[in-house]
């Protein structure tokens, strides 16, 4: 029924960047004194005597004084991972990082060198070791006093930030490289100006955008030029000046060089669409078609051919065949190769190939037809994962692994019982399709909820439970209200979710309506996508009581965790065998050597989730030369490479394993995948910075309960609300942290007594 309704880190060495810019970072920037007004404050200042309260559709401010019970503390771990974010990507650090890098490096290059590593690596996509390269770069320069190699090396760690999305702090080494003092100014000037005016195009100010260009053509070499034009181009058209976008295309002339002219063809079909001829953009797509099989890329270039002959249909008013050419468009987008590609950039164009798949989904549902535009979603999120991981792991990625098929409708509802759902979403630029999978059917909805609002409302609720907030109630209500009250769910139901776009930072259990939080209601897991969900599904779901647990690692004193020492102690009876490494033990090496060896693999240290490059997350553990000067790190790129068939769980109760960098169209990119790839069946990964007591209980029940023989789905609900009903922890800073993923069936054998 369908519904429409409103392992190596470079030179040799393996290293962990100190202040990793934390995932959190991307929608935290929005604390103000407005949420505590005296609205938002009526909510709740305890979130209530947590269960029977709530339950009951009483306010918690009501039923309890906010004097009655103090909420227990922050841990000392979380006020360290709050330091370390501040201070993420400046320019301290990456000296601190990059004089770290130098003195582990076996082998010491010319300083200049660096800086063509750095610009090699950005060119691949490889964002953090760019960023790595050009910290060495900078802390040679600063060695040597040499003002020009300083110049050179902000200026890439400005390109690198850029191809990575990170436009603050690409904007940030733009000026710096713009205000010091290069030898050859046209190779630093223009190409830090061409990034200023990129970041504002990205931002929506195309007028600030056409004037940092400008400024790049004063420098601009003949080489570089043609780049800058074309991007002065796409930014008349942002700003609507179509004649002076047509004057400046004219000036350009014939593509300066072959690799340009697929970029060029793309940029005259806009201009054609811009002046309102689409019937002549659609001949100039048409064009780009007919000459793509000359490329070197020619599926790439028949995929924006067929997009542009979309959205000329589109603007001749003819829908169907819209569909038809954005679905050619999206097959063409499983023919490429995966990699990343520069051009995108220098020609400011900015092509993304998941708005193909978004415009696919949006006609594919307003034709009436959400079990295909169920089918596009999982398409996406498959190609927007294999273009991260693309051949950036050392023994290379089965696609077909990675991913898995995507399934039938009729497969994936063979998957469920009838007391589960599948709860799919996906973010268009002005709505939010979601899909309901049952064993008996699909129903579709489409709701009113434009992407930026959703990115807000999230935004909201997050910063308001890391800061611990009694607004987390309130934006709790407002998020329940417009994701969960219009899907019409059963009672009780275990609800599978598929997250898209920011909701992957959306903490669901703490939603909350007139009776209670969603974990009140019903149990939770999440899947990257119904095709991984279904994959895992039909692995082995009844285990050995068997542990392997890493804890508290020596690196210095400002990483010591006693509480995950304690919290690793604390379950470790709860398994028949078990086997514990703490303090040098926890090492890169017992991890590799021994994490294979238990059915459950415990992680309770530090990690860090990377949001300038996803394969770059990393859990820190000990280095194996002690003292240590920091910590050594498995890399979420080197997890890939392990062979963990026989872990069926994996836990990482640690600050922020379950962040990382949203690839749009799929899933949050980091250790999830990676760990699934590796052999995991379940994982357990947290959203933010823990507290110690209270995600020692949280573990603690869980695998107790798993031990009783209770599906890992209903294990972490009880869990949780054993944590939520005790009254210090009865804020969702402290029960809501952690997710359970894919396998949610997953238990333990009860062992035999006597």
């Not at 959190?24 to 029977?52: C, E």
């Not at 990575?164 to 713009?178: H, T, V």
């Not at 800058?228 to 014939?254: C, H, K």
């Not at 836990?651 to 949050?668: F, K, N, V, Y």
Request: glycine share 6%.
């Amino acid at each position: 029924m369908n519904e429409r309704q409103g392992l190596s880190s470079g030179m040799g060495h393996r290293v962990v960047r100190r202040d990793s810019r934390r995932a959190l970072v991307a929608w935290a920037h929005r604390i103000d004194a407005a949420w505590i007004t005296g609205a938002l404050v009526m909510g709740s200042m305890l979130l209530g005597a947590a269960g029977n309260t709530l339950a009951a559709g009483t306010s918690a401010a009501a039923a309890r004084p906010a004097s009655a019970v103090a909420l227990a503390p922050e841990s000392f771990g979380f006020r360290q991972a709050d330091e370390r974010e501040r201070d993420a990507e400046t320019i301290n650090t990456l000296t601190s990082e990059g004089r770290l890098l130098l003195s582990r490096d076996r082998v010491k290059l010319p300083a200049y060198d660096y800086c063509s590593m750095s610009v090699a690596a950005a060119e691949r996509g490889d964002f953090r070791d760019s960023v790595d390269a050009a910290a060495r770069a900078l802390v040679v320069a600063g060695q040597t006093n040499n003002a020009d190699l300083a110049a050179l090396s902000k200026r890439d760690l400005a390109i690198a930030y850029s191809y990575a999305g990170d436009l603050d702090n690409a904007e940030r080494y733009a000026r710096d490289a713009l205000a010091s003092t290069p030898k050859a100014p046209e190779q630093v000037f223009a190409p830090a100006n061409k990034v200023l005016g990129d970041v504002a195009l990205r931002r929506g100010k195309p007028q600030q955008a056409l004037a940092a260009y400008e400024d790049a053509l004063t420098t601009a070499s003949p080489r570089y030029k043609p780049l800058v034009l074309m991007s002065i181009i796409n930014a008349q058209l942002a700003e609507g000046d179509t004649p002076g976008a047509r004057r400046t295309f004219d000036a350009v002339g014939a593509p300066a060089t072959a690799e340009l002219a697929p970029a060029y063809r793309r940029i005259e079909g806009n201009l054609l669409l811009a002046e309102g001829k689409p019937e002549d953009a659609k001949h100039a797509f048409e064009a780009l078609l007919s000459q793509s099989g000359n490329s070197s890329d020619a599926n790439y270039d028949r995929l924006w051919a067929h997009e542009g002959i979309g959205r000329a249909d589109l603007a001749l008013g003819d829908k169907p065949h819209a569909r038809e050419a954005y679905l050619l468009a999206v097959d063409d987008s499983e023919k490429i190769r995966a990699r990343f590609r520069s051009d995108e950039f220098k020609t400011a164009l900015f092509g993304d190939t998941q708005t193909v798949f978004e415009e696919a989904i949006a006609l594919t549902v307003e034709a009436g037809d959400y079990e295909s535009a169920w089918s596009l979603s999982e398409r996406s999120r498959a190609r927007a994962l294999l273009d991260v991981v693309r051949n950036r792991v050392d023994a290379g990625v089965d696609d077909r692994q990675l991913n898995g098929q995507v399934p039938s409708l009729a497969a994936t509802r063979g998957a469920l019982r009838p007391n589960e759902a599948i709860v799919e979403f996906h973010s268009l630029p002005n709505e939010l399709i979601v899909w309901v999978v049952r064993n008996d059917g699909l129903t579709g909805h489409t709701l009113p909820i434009a992407r930026a609002d959703m990115d807000a409302a999230v935004t909201d609720l997050r910063n308001a439970i890391v800061r611990r907030r009694p607004a987390a109630l309130t934006y709790g209500d407002k998020l329940d209200a417009l994701l969960i009250a219009p899907l019409g769910l059963r009672a009780n139901e275990r609800l599978i979710i598929v997250p898209h776009g920011a909701l992957h930072y959306l903490p669901f259990q703490a939603l909350h309506d007139a009776n209670g939080f969603l974990i009140e209601r019903h149990a939770i897991a999440l899947e990257p996508s119904a095709s991984v969900a279904v994959q895992l599904a039909q692995r082995q779901q009844k285990i050995a009581s068997d542990l392997v647990a890493f804890g508290n690692p020596t690196i210095t004193p400002a990483y010591a965790l006693p509480g995950a020492e304690a919290e690793v102690q604390g379950i470790a009876p709860l398994f028949a065998r078990n086997e514990v490494f703490l303090h040098s033990d926890a090492t890169r090496l017992s991890f590799r050597d021994n994490a294979p060896a238990g059915r459950v693999l415990h992680v309770a240290t530090h990690a860090q989730a990377d949001t300038i490059d996803p394969l770059h997350s990393s859990i820190l553990l000990a280095p194996a030369t002690q003292p240590a000067d920091g910590p050594d790190a498995l890399l979420a790129k080197d997890i890939y490479n392990l062979k963990l068939n026989n872990v069926s769980l994996v836990t990482l109760s640690a600050c922020e394993t379950g962040l990382g960098r949203i690839a749009r169209g799929d899933e949050i990119l980091g250790f999830t995948r990676a760990f699934f790839y590796a052999g995991a069946t379940s994982l357990i990964v947290s959203m933010w910075p823990v507290a110690d007591e209270s995600s020692a209980l949280t573990m603690r029940t869980f695998y107790a309960q798993l031990a009783q023989g209770h599906d890992a789905i209903d294990a972490m609900r009880t869990a949780q609300l054993a944590v939520l009903h005790t009254p210090r922890f009865a804020h969702p800073f402290f029960w809501a942290p952690f997710d359970l993923m894919g396998g949610w069936r997953l238990t333990i054998a009860r062992q035999q007594q006597g």
